[in-house]
C-alpha cells in the first residue's frame, strides 16, 4: 500500500482522541505523507474525501469505523481502526499499537480484511424512500416502548413466515458480534459472505435464527395492524420511521469494506478475550 494522501477521522467524543490524532499526523508528516484532521461528533456529518485519499484512520471505537465505512465504502478506501481502549471487535489495533502497523504498511507487510456491507431500503407503495448502507446490522423494532410487531419475512420473495417479536435483526458477518450476538445469533466469520436474520425474542420459540447466502435477498414486510410505530435502525447510527405496508429490503453491498488488520492479534483472538473464553468455572 502506497500512501501519500491519509484522512484521520477523530471521535470528538473521547477526550483523547484528538490527541492520538495529532500524534499519529505528525508520525505521517515525519514520514512525507499528506495528512488531514477531521474531529467529529456528529455520525451524519458528511466529511469531503478525495479520490486521491490512500488511506482513512479512525481513532475512536467500532462506532467511529461504523461511521468512517460509511463514507469511504464506495471508493474503494481502506480504514485503519485505532481503538481508544483496549481493542474492539472491529478495532482490533490498540491506541499503543498503531505505530508497528504503519510500519508494516511501509514495507509492503500489511494486511487487509474484505467485509461484507448490507443495502437496505424502503419501499413504500412502490416508490423507494429510504436507502442506506451498513457495516453491522439492519434492524426493525418497535419505536417506543418495547411492544410485539409483526412482519412478514421473505426471502427471494419467497415467504418464509410471519415473526410476531421485538423485531428482527438482519446482520453481517462483521455485525454477527453485535446486537444479533446479544440476540442470541450465532458468531461467524468476519470475512465470510453471508447473511444471519436473528429474531429478537420471538414470540414463537421455532422462530430461530438462520443463516443465508450472500446473494439472498430479504424482505421485511411491516403488516397492518400495529400496536406500536415501527422504525427502522442501521448500524445504531441512522433511523428511518416505517408504515403499515412498507417493505424492508435487505441485500449485500455491491462493495466490501477494506480493513487494515492487527500485526497483534487475530479474530479469534480478539473473539477469546472479548466472550472470556478461559474455561475456568467462572467464564
Request: charged content about 20%.
Amino acid at each position: 500500500m502506497e500512501l501519500k494522501n491519509v484522512v484521520i477521522i477523530a471521535n470528538g467524543g473521547k477526550s483523547e482522541a484528538p490527541l492520538i490524532a495529532e500524534e499519529i499526523k505528525c508520525y505521517l508528516n515525519i514520514h512525507g505523507i499528506s495528512t488531514q484532521v477531521f474531529i467529529t461528533k456528529d455520525c451524519e456529518e458528511e466529511i469531503p474525501l478525495s479520490i486521491k485519499t490512500d488511506l482513512v484512520v479512525s481513532v475512536g471505537g467500532d462506532g467511529t469505523v461504523l461511521y468512517c465505512a460509511r463514507l469511504v465504502h464506495n471508493l474503494g478506501i481502506p480504514i485503519f481502526a485505532v481503538n481508544l481502549g483496549t481493542f474492539g471487535y472491529i478495532t482490533e489495533i490498540g491506541c499503543h499499537e498503531w505505530q508497528s502497523v504503519f510500519e508494516d504498511i511501509f514495507i509492503d507487510r500489511e494486511r487487509l480484511s474484505r467485509r461484507l456491507m448490507l443495502r437496505v431500503s424502503v419501499m413504500r407503495n412502490g416508490i423507494k424512500v429510504y436507502q442506506a448502507t451498513g457495516l453491522n446490522e439492519v434492524v426493525v423494532s418497535s419505536a417506543g416502548i418495547s411492544k410485539v410487531v409483526k412482519l412478514d419475512l421473505l426471502i427471494n420473495n419467497t415467504f418464509a413466515g410471519k415473526f410476531r417479536s421485538d423485531g428482527l435483526i438482519i446482520a453481517t458477518p462483521t455485525g454477527s458480534t453485535g446486537y444479533s450476538l446479544a440476540a442470541g445469533g450465532p458468531i461467524v466469520d468476519s470475512e465470510m459472505a453471508a447473511l444471519i436474520i436473528t429474531p429478537i425474542c420471538p414470540f414463537t420459540l421455532s422462530n430461530r435464527p438462520l443463516v443465508l447466502g450472500s446473494n439472498e435477498m430479504i424482505t421485511m414486510h411491516v403488516t397492518d395492524g400495529q400496536r406500536t410505530e415501527l422504525m427502522l435502525t442501521v448500524d445504531g447510527q441512522q433511523t428511518f420511521d416505517l408504515k403499515e405496508g412498507d417493505d424492508v429490503i435487505v441485500e449485500k453491498s455491491r462493495s466490501r469494506i477494506l480493513l487494515v488488520a492487527s500485526n497483534k492479534r487475530n479474530y479469534t483472538e480478539v473473539i477469546r478475550a472479548k466472550l472470556n473464553w478461559t474455561g475456568e468455572l467462572h467464564a
